[in-house]
């Protein structure tokens, strides 16, 4: 995958760029991320890209020609144009997994300032915001972007990390321990040891119901469940052990911790 950026401070991706995930597809030639600078690209003899608001108002507005050009310049109509705007569709896995299916090439405009001229939003195929807060510009929204997009692309990370991962079905993650067994007088749930594969994906599933209930419950909202998620559910309202967790701690009872 392509990512192309306009920015007014390429800078800003350096640290993020050269570090984690992103650093591993770059470097796996997965995903290649260009930066480029609108400055570059204006016809203005200061390199000004932007310009006080015709019609009086505060601060500054990005100018057209040089995002035009730059846009033209470096993208084709095979090409996913992206402006990060706080007035766009917000974004969120869904929207991330249709971009990587269907575009092996994108371009993100990050806005700064007070805003953009108007007249350039007909030349972008899509608007996206990150939330509903203020941000000193686009840059760091497109962070997200580029993070969340790179992580989908074949190869990035392990496909089995990428179905288990939050939202990647309409639920949070289930809750996950590292040792030791027992912390502050908290332990970790005997299930987990029982050496049942099959008894621990069921129990995982169902805290992922569970939790996503109680913190994002409007994940589920239209949300269709299916028989096995209805009958976990079900379990989860009852708020007892099954008796198939049961059944595999007792069977595993050798393999569960004691202090």
């Known amino acids: 995958m392509i990512i192309k950026i306009l920015t007014t401070f390429p800078e800003m991706f350096d640290s993020f760029l050269s570090s984690s995930i992103i650093k591993r597809a770059i470097s796996k030639e997965l995903v290649t991320v260009e930066l480029i600078n609108l400055r570059d690209y204006t016809k203005d003899k200061h390199h000004r890209t932007d310009t006080p608001p015709i019609g009086g108002g505060a601060g500054l507005i990005m100018k057209c020609q040089p995002i035009y050009d730059a846009l033209i310049a470096n993208s084709n109509n095979d090409t996913l144009r992206i402006i990060m705007s706080p007035r766009g569709k917000t974004y969120n896995q869904k929207i991330a997994q249709e971009i990587v299916n269907k575009y092996k090439d994108i371009i993100i405009l990050c806005g700064h300032y007070e805003g953009l001229d108007e007249r350039i939003y007909k030349y972008f195929d899509l608007e996206l915001s990150i939330g509903d807060y203020i941000l000193t510009g686009g840059e760091t929204a497109s962070f997200v972007l580029i993070d969340s997009l790179s992580r989908l692309v074949d190869g990035v990370i392990n496909k089995e990390s990428i179905v288990e991962e939050t939202f990647s079905k309409n639920f949070v993650e289930y809750p996950q321990y590292a ?57 989860i309202k009852e708020q007892k052990m099954a008796s198939r967790e049961q059944k595999a701690i007792e069977k595993g009872h050798k393999f569960i911790k004691k202090d």
């Open 179 to 235: 040792e030791p067994y027992e912390f502050n007088g908290d332990k970790v749930p005997d299930i987990l040891y029982c050496g049942n594969h099959e008894a621990i994906k069921k129990y995982n599933l169902k805290k992922s119901i569970e939790y996503t209930l109680k913190y994002r419950p409007d994940l589920l909202k239209d949300y269709d469940f299916n028989k096995e998620e209805l009958s976990l559910l079900n379990e």
